[in-house]
C-alpha cells in the first residue's frame, strides 16, 4: 500500500513539473514599465512578493534592467524582450564614476528639491517619494544635475 502511494504522487509530481515547466523560467513582461522591486545593495530584481526582500525598493523593470540587475531565481520575475529597453547602459571609468554622457535617460526626481538624480536614493532622497522622467524632461523642466550621483 504504501509502494502505491509513494508511485501515485511520484507520477503526480511529474506531471506538475512537465506542466510547468522548468523552475528557473522568467516570463516576458509586457512592457519595461513593470514594477518590480530592488534593495540598496542586492543585485537582482524582486516581485513583491519574494522571500528574499527584507526592504524593498520600487522601480520599473526597464531601470532595474539598466542597472545591470538580474531577475531572482527564487521569484522568477519578468524579464525584458530583447527589442525593449534603451539598449543603454552605464559604465564606469577606470576612477570608478560614470561619465554624464554613459548615463541613462532616465532620471529620478525627489519629492522636494531642485536636482535630478542617477539614483533613486541619492542622499537623503526618499526612494518611495522620488518619481522617474526623462532627463530632458527634467531639464525642460528646470531641474538641474545632482553633483553628488551625476
Not at 519578468?78 to 525593449?84: F, G
Request: hydrophobic content about 25%; glycine content about 6%.
Amino acid at each position: 500500500m504504501k509502494k502505491a502511494i509513494v508511485s501515485f504522487f511520484s507520477v503526480l509530481t511529474a506531471i506538475c513539473i512537465l506542466i510547468s515547466g522548468p523552475c528557473a523560467t522568467y516570463s516576458l513582461a509586457a512592457s519595461g514599465d513593470r514594477t518590480v522591486y530592488i534593495t540598496k545593495t542586492g543585485k537582482c530584481y524582486h516581485e513583491s512578493y519574494c522571500s528574499s526582500l527584507k526592504s524593498s525598493i520600487e522601480t520599473t523593470l526597464s531601470s532595474a534592467v539598466e542597472r545591470g540587475l538580474r531577475p531572482c531565481s527564487k521569484c522568477n520575475p519578468p524579464t525584458l524582450d530583447s527589442t525593449q529597453g534603451s539598449g543603454k547602459t552605464a559604465s564606469t571609468t577606470k576612477s570608478g564614476s560614470t561619465t554624464e554622457s554613459e548615463k541613462s535617460d532616465t532620471v529620478w526626481i525627489s519629492a522636494t528639491g531642485s536636482k535630478y538624480h542617477s539614483i533613486d536614493h541619492c542622499g537623503t532622497m526618499n526612494p518611495k517619494k522620488a518619481s522617474t522622467m526623462s532627463r530632458a524632461d527634467a531639464i525642460a523642466r528646470g531641474y538641474t544635475a545632482c553633483s553628488k550621483c551625476w
